[in-house]
């Protein structure tokens, strides 16, 4: 059984080795795509300096750095951070709520893979979103990546099972107070560790909102990963591209 500080965030306990080869399908060529759309769509300046934010092992940083932006990138996990430095990328260990950065440094702040949510209030999420407009140059933007909650709603599994490197993997997921929480059991026969993850789910309307409520705009919405636009309630995801009033 994994031994887990009692009071904890989900967060600190759950991003490991196990999350790494759980999520394994969530690879380069995926970060590839992604990236690929967002500057398609993005104005991004010549010298650029963009920031991802919960950048985890650091796929999407090193398709900016592949096209030549400058990037560099905070997690707080110590396993996914080893990861980056291993591709020599430019990352530290931070807290979304303390970003150990100057303000107005960069000109853009993505936050990819549904990382913006975590937090225990809606207060703390707009905390968050408040705190990237403050490290952005005049003129910048930011990225969310977001799961769309009607969406998710209608498509809900409540749960699956896999196999993973010889261990029994249970996933079961349900929503609750706005949020979607997904209990995560893992086995090898001889001994079983628990995890959770809990993001809350956000409509358009209130992000709209969130946004306004800080001087913020919403200049494009992603409905996938690959770049489609958005179509409502039959878009997987509301990927956001939110510039400054």
């Known amino acids: 059984m994994k031994t887990e500080h009692p009071n904890a965030e989900w967060f600190e306990n759950w991003f490991n080795e196990t999350y790494l080869a759980l999520y394994a399908h969530r690879d380069e060529q995926q970060a590839l795509k992604q990236v690929q759309s967002l500057c398609k769509t993005i104005d991004l300046p010549k010298n650029a300096v963009v920031l991802d934010a919960a950048c985890g092992c650091g796929r999407h940083m090193k398709q900016f750095r592949d096209r030549g932006v400058s990037v560099v990138g905070f997690d707080l996990s110590e396993t996914l ?40 209030t809606q207060a703390d999420d707009k905390l968050v979103l408040e705190e990237f407009k403050q490290l952005l140059k005049p ?46 059991t893992i086995t090898d026969g001889t001994k079983t560790e628990h995890y959770m993850e809990r993001l809350r789910l956000f409509t358009l309307e209130e992000m709209q909102a969130m946004c306004s409520s800080l001087g913020l705009v919403i200049a494009h919405i992603f409905g996938d990963e690959y770049g489609a636009d958005y179509q409502g309630d039959t878009s997987p995801r509301m990927a956001l591209v939110i510039k400054s009033c």
């Not at 260990?93 to 549904?114: E, N």
């Not at 003129?139 to 261990?167: A, C, R, S, T």
């Open 81 to 120: 951070i080893r990861q980056t430095k291993n591709e020599s990328l430019a990352c530290v260990r931070a807290d979304m709520r303390h970003i150990p950065f100057r303000k107005d440094l960069f000109d853009y702040i993505t936050c990819f893979f549904s990382s913006f949510g975590y937090l225990a």
């Open 139 to 184: 003129g910048g933007g930011i990225f969310l990546d977001l799961l769309n909650k009607v969406y998710l709603l209608e498509h809900l599994v409540d749960q699956d099972e896999q196999q993973i490197h010889g261990k029994q993997v249970l996933q079961e997921r349900s929503v609750t107070d706005n949020k979607v929480i997904k209990h995560i």
